[in-house]
């Protein structure tokens, strides 16, 4: 009989994040989440469990209690890899504070993560992808704090009327919103698509597909390098503190924005859906009714989409300026949308083997072009 091998816990690598407190018991494994710079957030884990093959071993997130958002592990389930590509759902439970998850090991090498990770590797090789079309212009606006790239993919020609952006990962945790990214940009720049091909006859296509380079790399839920939450900058952006926001909407008020997707996930609620603006100074009657298009037609284009639960609509007059929708639709009067998708399952259409996936997230990416085309004359 081949002798036990210790069971070693590892998260220093891209995206990475876990603290092992114990791991000398197979059925006792003690975890920590580490929290973001400035310790106000954490939620996101992302590790390698290296052990022996039909082991079976339990594992407990102690901290998961204090979270940034607790309300997130009800109904959650753990999503797990033999080859950190090819991802599933497995049995979990949260209990006094504790999120625990098990599973019957096939393989020596086990991957977990609180959803499917779309590392910087993974961006890398998406940009340069998209790179290689024609039709795309990758521009850097900046730098982060840590010194990545903060980069934008031009889909068209600058010169059209209609001014498209969409925006993704401000919250790098938030990963099924680099998924709908990929799905969005790979279905924009099929040639031999219909709707993509009648888009770009009328509109430029600007995208950042991760706002948050820094937090992505370093396993964090809400922030950048420095600890600031980029989706409340957007009325006070500081090149020293959050120069992601401020590159950014700088390019938008040299191209002007006609339309923006701010793409999102949400810890606690198992539906997609959109938050809109409602509180914004300049909301009326014919910015609802196109907003409502938009939500109304989604739907009926893909069923994993809803529009009956999601977040409380605001009051006349009270948008938080600080947050990207709010912002946008205000001083560029403009359309503008949050798009949150789930962290757990769609619980609309529950899927027991994947849950909410990232492959459901990219077909929902796919999705809002068909949404948006539907909506480009009245932009």
């Known amino acids: 009989m081949m002798a036990q091998k210790p069971v070693v816990i590892s998260s220093h690598f891209d995206g990475g994040n876990i603290e092992c407190l114990r791991c000398t018991d197979p059925q006792d494994i003690r975890l920590n989440i580490r929290s973001d710079a400035g310790g106000e957030f954490y ?35 753990v999503v797990a890899s033999y080859d950190n590509n090819n991802w599933f759902r497995i049995n979990t439970q949260y209990h006094d504070g504790i999120l625990s998850f098990d599973m019957l090991a096939e393989s020596d090498v086990v991957w977990f993560a609180y959803f ?9 090789n998406l940009i340069s992808r998209c790179a290689l079309n024609p039709q795309v212009s990758v521009e850097v606006l ?16 600058a010169n059209k009327p209609l001014k498209i952006w969409a925006i993704a990962r401000q919250h790098p945790g938030e990963s099924m919103a680099e998924w709908w990214m990929q799905g969005y940009l790979n279905r924009l720049l099929d040639s031999e698509d219909p ?52 590159y950014v909407l700088e390019k938008m008020r040299q191209t002007g924005v006609s339309f923006n997707l701010d793409v999102h996930g949400d810890e606690a609620l198992p539906y997609n859906f959109i938050a809109g603006t409602e509180g914004i100074r300049s909301w009326n009657r014919d910015r609802k009714a196109l907003q409502e298009l938009f939500k109304r037609n989604l739907m009926m284009i893909n069923p994993d989409f809803q529009t009956t639960i999601g977040y409380p609509i605001s009051a006349p007059d009270s948008a938080n300026y600080g947050i990207c929708s709010s912002y946008i639709a205000e001083h560029f009067s403009c359309p503008a949308m949050t798009l949150e998708m789930p962290f757990k399952d769609n619980a609309d259409s529950p899927d027991q083997h994947y849950g909410w996936s990232a492959g459901r997230s990219e077909k929902l990416g796919s999705s809002c072009l068909d949404a948006i085309y539907s909506i480009l004359d009245q932009l």
Request: aromatic share 12%; hydrophobic share 30%; net charge positive.
């Open 43 to 77: 939620q996101w884990f992302y590790f390698k469990l290296t052990g022996n093959r039909g082991q079976h071993y339990q594992l407990n997130i102690d901290n998961a209690g204090a979270s940034s958002y607790p309300q997130g592990w009800q109904d959650y389930r």
């Open 116 to 124: 499917t990770p779309f590392t910087i590797h993974h961006h890398n």
């Open 142 to 157: 900046g730098q982060t704090i840590d010194g990545r790239d903060i980069e934008l993919l031009q889909v068209g020609d």
């Open 195 to 246: 709707v993509a091909k009648a888009l770009l006859r009328k509109a430029v296509f600007y995208v950042v597909a991760n706002m948050n380079p820094d937090g992505t790399h370093r396993g964090y839920l809400r922030t950048n390098a420095l600890g600031i939450n980029l989706n409340r900058e957007w009325d006070k952006t500081r090149c020293e503190k959050s120069p992601e926001v401020f």
